[in-house]
């Protein structure tokens, strides 16, 4: 309704009710406007009713929701199933063009628009939760995994000699396939056991500068978010390292956007030394369907280099999920989360300690990590390994999600490099140990009904160890020997 139809309107209706009706809608439109005018995430959150006004605003820009338009090409936005086109918000055609997936679309105005404020509006959340500096980012409709890859190989045209990547190990797999699938070979760097902490070996890392050559190096993989006792890398002293060699930096940043240890970690690597990129999750950090993620750096040159790369149009529903979440917690709402989330990882190392203290066990002492937390296993280690990998089942069939349990001695051959003691990010961590992590979105709810199901489980490991032992044959009592036949 523009000011024209609301005029016509106050002959069929009462002019004090359209009025007041127009009214309401100059307040939906009003932020709309802040939205376009700021390209920022409002600091409170909009209400359901303004975000579809906004987003049917954008879907009626695009050509295939034009009343008379007659497409004749390959590609006009032509959908069978309503539910599907609902389900998109009739915003079918995507993101990009084929030589870059920040490019506008002729014939998609409005899923343009729809890119081009994610971008903005994402930009201004990193700078909230931490990295004040960062110059520019872009949603990619891909996860972690292969959004590393698409830096990767956009590096490649930068150093064409380049064969390795330094990475210090973490035992995930797909920030290592991602090295793989990129035509790169992984020089795999081995963590330091610092008290529980396992943590970066700078000096093993210029060591293999000095020995393969700083040209033959595409870059150093970092990584900042990590299962407890690995800790983030040491990035400062990483971004320094890659400065005084000019060797790219690329930082994984997973789920690293809900910690502002994690961010103050790049944004002090970029201020002493050089990141030339850091990835993280969209489902991880901002609570959406899986499929995108964020590449973010200090060189708009550089991320845009990145977009380019990505070859042909994208989908947009990583874009779409994620500006709809952040219009909905606005800012104020965005902070409040990772701020619950800090208290609940304080509340769930305190129950994690008293439980383990209860069971013979210790919390294992990671400060540096501010997400993650393990909690040591030995007495299950001493009855068996299988005690220990039962213990994780348990958990599972008993609806506790997210728990890892990590045995001693386990190997694991990813993409031809087999690593010893695969899970634990090391080839011989003093004890097995049980992970548990505080992300956003958890609550205390979460945190109590694991705390008990966990004690429920390791009480019943614990009687049928006991069980064991009693039905085990006792063998008869050594008699004495007397001399006789």
């Known amino acids: 309704m523009n000011s024209e139809n609301f005029s016509l309107s106050e002959k069929i209706v009462s002019p004090a009710y359209v009025r007041q009706g127009s009214q309401a809608r100059r307040s939906h439109e009003q932020l709309i406007r802040h939205l376009l005018e700021q390209g920022k995430c409002p600091e409170e959150g909009w209400s359901e009713s303004t975000i579809e006004l906004f987003l049917n605003e954008l879907a009626v820009m695009d050509s295939n929701n034009f009343l008379s338009n007659c497409g004749v090409g390959e590609r006009e936005g032509r959908v069978a199933s309503s539910l599907v086109a609902r389900r998109h918000y009739r915003l ?74 330094i990475w210090p190990r973490i035992d995930q797999k797909s920030c290592f396939k991602a090295m793989i699938t990129a035509g790169f070979e992984p020089v795999v760097v081995e963590n330091v056991l610092e008290g529980d902490e396992l943590r970066t070996d700078l000096e093993a890392v210029e060591r293999k500068i000095e020995e393969l050559g ?34 790219p930096h690329i930082v994984n940043n997973a789920y690293g956007v809900q910690s502002s240890k994690c961010m103050h970690l790049i944004q002090q690597g970029a ?165 548990a992590a505080s992300a956003v979105g958890i609550t205390r709810e979460d945190v109590t009904l694991c705390i008990k199901r966990l004690d429920k489980c390791l009480k019943t490991l614990k009687k049928e160890g006991n069980a064991a032992k009693s039905s085990s044959p006792v063998p008869p009592p050594c008699q004495e020997d007397t001399g006789e036949e």
């Open 92 to 165: 079918i055609h995507g993101i990009g063009r084929s030589g870059d997936i920040a490019a506008v679309q002729p014939k998609a105005a409005g899923s343009s628009l729809l890119n081009k404020l994610t971008n903005s509006v994402v930009l201004d959340i990193l700078k909230l939760s931490g990295v004040q500096k960062v110059a520019s980012c872009f949603v990619v409709p891909m996860a972690t995994g292969m959004s590393l890859t698409l830096c990767f190989l956009t590096l490649r045209h930068r150093r064409p000699k380049a064969r390795y990547i």
């Open 214 to 247: 700083a040209e033959n190096i595409l870059c150093v993989h970092s990584t900042t978010s990590c299962f407890a006792p690995r800790v983030p890398d040491r990035l400062e002293e990483l971004a320094t390292v890659c400065a005084k060699h000019n060797l």
């Open 271 to 435: 201020r002493v030394g050089r990141i030339d990129a850091f990835v993280q999750s969209l489902d991880k950090n901002f609570m959406v369907p899986v499929g995108g993620a964020i590449i973010a750096g200090f060189d708009e040159s550089f991320i845009q280099e990145i977009s380019k790369m990505y070859p042909g149009r994208a989908s947009a529903s990583p874009s779409l999920d994620v500006l709809i979440t952040l219009l909905t917690l606005g800012a104020s709402g965005y902070k409040k989360l990772l701020s619950e989330r800090k208290e609940i990882y304080s509340f769930l190392a305190q129950e994690l300690k008293t439980l383990a203290s209860a069971h013979g066990e210790r919390l294992l002492h990671t400060p540096h990590n501010p997400i993650s937390l393990a909690m040591s296993l030995d007495g299950l280690q001493a009855k068996s390994n299988k005690a220990v990998t039962h213990l994780g089942s348990m958990l599972f069939t008993r609806q506790v999600s997210g728990a890892r349990v990590i045995p001693l001695g386990k190997e694991q051959t990813v993409s031809g490099h087999t690593f010893r003691g695969f899970m634990s990010h090391s080839e011989a961590y003093p004890c097995p140990y049980l992970n």
